[in-house]
């Protein structure tokens, strides 16, 4: 579904709040979470040493700049890449100075998916933790790490919040770890009248559904939303397989809405689209920052060898 740094609204209507969680609850994702593996009959993308290079390049500097989620969203690109032992030996060392909740689970959630899984612990600590502003952080970032813990912190935030936003990110862990009543919450949540809260479902939905939900999350886009909410959905779809989500990926990837261009960008790796890889290696000079990291980690992650 999330995020901070993307919090600027096309609508001055719209409220800041629930848009920063909505961009928050998409983005860092990607899918794991990061990515999903390749398909058994999907070919690795091949980048020329050139391309591959730059792709490294935007996402080493991306990671040492000083925006914050810019810079965790570059790291994540790195490990999806093959680099992840570079993002844990630049990222740990933040922890010990860095006091505000939400980044800490940023920090954290990039250093468990590059492989230091102890990390999780953080995570799971301020989730149980009496302060609320890490809570929706801690489960989102859980989820996408694919990490419970022993589970009790995650079920009772999921059974007593009355916060949708977390109850989303908490059922997306649980029904990632098989939990029948989470899922069954989420595709409920497809029919919830907010577009901020049923945009997120489906996101969550494209990931860790089935082809049950194709025609599920299809049928929100007759509803009357913008053309971000509506490419929420699309990218869904392609993860899932849907071919209209995937020609409709393609077209986002030249969006005039940086933010949509930068969600296609990311989910073009989600749904193993190497078909678009020319518009991704465009993507690289992309004015809006995140756009161009996520073209790269959808690059390298596309022209890793195939996971059987």
């Given at each position: 579904m999330d995020n901070n740094t993307l919090a600027q609204s096309r609508d001055a209507n719209r409220s800041l709040a629930r848009r920063t969680f909505t961009i928050s609850m998409i983005f860092v994702l990607c899918l794991g979470m990061g990515q999903l593996s390749h398909g058994a009959d999907q070919k690795p993308l091949k980048l020329s040493p050139e391309v591959r290079e730059r792709c490294v390049q935007i996402l080493q500097d991306g990671m040492h700049s000083d925006e914050f989620w810019p810079s965790i969203h570059a790291a994540e690109g790195l490990t999806l890449g093959g680099y992840g032992d570079e993002v844990i030996e630049y990222l740990t060392p933040?922890?010990?100075?860095?006091?505000?909740?939400q980044k800490r689970c940023g920090l954290a959630r990039e250093i468990v998916r590059a492989g230091d899984r102890d990390k999780a612990q953080i995570m799971l600590e301020i989730l149980a933790g009496e302060d609320p502003h890490g809570h929706v952080h801690a489960a989102e970032s859980l989820y996408k790490v694919n990490e419970l813990g022993d589970g009790v912190a995650m079920r009772k935030r999921f059974q007593e919040t009355d916060d949708l936003r977390l109850k989303l990110m908490t059922a997306a862990a649980l029904a990632r770890s098989g939990?029948?009543?989470?899922?069954?919450f989420l595709r409920k949540m497809l029919s919830h009248e907010d577009p901020e809260l049923y945009k997120v479902a489906a996101w969550?939905?494209?990931?860790?559904?089935?082809k049950t939900d194709i025609l599920r999350i299809r049928r929100n886009l007759s509803r009357d939303a913008d053309e971000l909410t509506h490419a929420y959905h699309q990218h869904s779809l392609a993860a899932l397989g849907d071919p209209a989500g995937m020609v409709a990926l393609g077209k986002n990837l030249q969006s005039e809405d940086p933010f949509v261009r930068t969600y296609a960008a990311t989910f073009a790796g989600d749904a193993g689209a190497t078909q678009f890889a020319d518009e991704l290696i465009d993507m690289l000079d992309d004015?809006?920052?995140?756009?161009?990291?996520?073209?790269?980690?959808?690059?390298?992650?596309?022209?890793?060898?195939?996971v059987e």
């Open positions: 933040k922890l010990t100075t860095e006091e505000d909740d939990d029948k009543d989470a899922l069954a969550i939905l494209g990931r860790i559904g089935d004015p809006h920052l995140d756009a161009r990291y996520r073209a790269a980690q959808s690059l390298l992650f596309l022209s890793r060898p195939v």
